[in-house]
């Protein structure tokens, strides 16, 4: 005995597989913002020298980009040949983000310390990021990597340009999501195929039931 089950639930199957959308590859929204502490770090032996560093306001940026965590200005009337000196003047910057498609959000804090000098003529920092410098987290459907850095060294007292410390933002689709599930177009159709396969098959045996 032979029965023709086989095809037609195969045929649903295939309706119901050739119905699931494909992924689309939308530019996910998100904002953030950066701060940091402290706002201004003195030199290790006097408060007329020391360097600042800027908060930035709320921002809302698309997919992967490069964003601004500070901008950095030194100011001294400390003179060329006795500069004043920085050891180890420890600093962090937090970025928060909020991922805007579910509203979660969280706070990442990268740490850094500053040596060197400054003058009134002359600005020679060196910046040292310290713990981790490339931090993820999932928020939503999306996986968020920041990675901190570059940094820029800013110019003497007065200079038209400050330096910066930057950070890389990256954001994807995590590999699990609800797009792997068959649209309810598609979940409609196959509830109407495998019943009228069952139909076919309880058919099929009554047939051949009759002819023995």
């Known amino acids: ?15 119901t ?5 494909p992924a689309r590859a939308d530019q996910i929204l998100w904002n953030y913002n950066w701060s940091r502490s402290p706002g201004i770090i003195y030199s ?13 306001q709320l921002q809302t940026a698309a997919g992967d980009s490069n964003i601004v965590a500070t901008n950095l200005r030194t ?33 990442l804090t990268f740490a850094g310390k500053f040596d060197g000098s400054i003058s009134e003529l002359s600005s020679n920092l060196i910046n040292t ?31 038209s340009n400050a330096g910066s410390i930057s950070a890389f933002a ?21 509830g109407w195929a495998l019943p009228l396969g069952g139909f076919a098959f309880w058919r099929r045996l009554r047939r051949s039931a009759n002819k023995d």
């Open 1 to 15: 005995m032979t029965f023709a089950r086989i095809p037609v639930l195969g045929i649903a199957l295939l309706i």
């Open 17 to 21: 597989l050739a119905s699931v959308a």
């Open 44 to 56: 290790d032996n006097s408060t007329s020298s020391y360097i600042t560093l800027t908060d930035q």
């Open 75 to 107: 100011y001294s009337n400390a003179p060329p040949d006795a500069p004043a000196t920085f050891t180890a003047k420890p600093y962090t910057l937090s970025l928060y983000l909020q991922d805007l498609a579910s509203g979660q959000s969280t706070t």
């Open 129 to 159: 990021f310290m713990g981790q410098t490339t931090q993820q987290v999932v928020l939503g459907s999306n996986l968020y990597t920041a990675t901190i850095g570059p940094y820029s060294p800013p110019g003497p007292t007065n200079s």
């Open 170 to 190: 990256q954001v994807t689709v995590q590999p699990i999501t609800v797009q792997d599930v068959p649209e309810p177009s598609a979940l409609l159709l196959a």
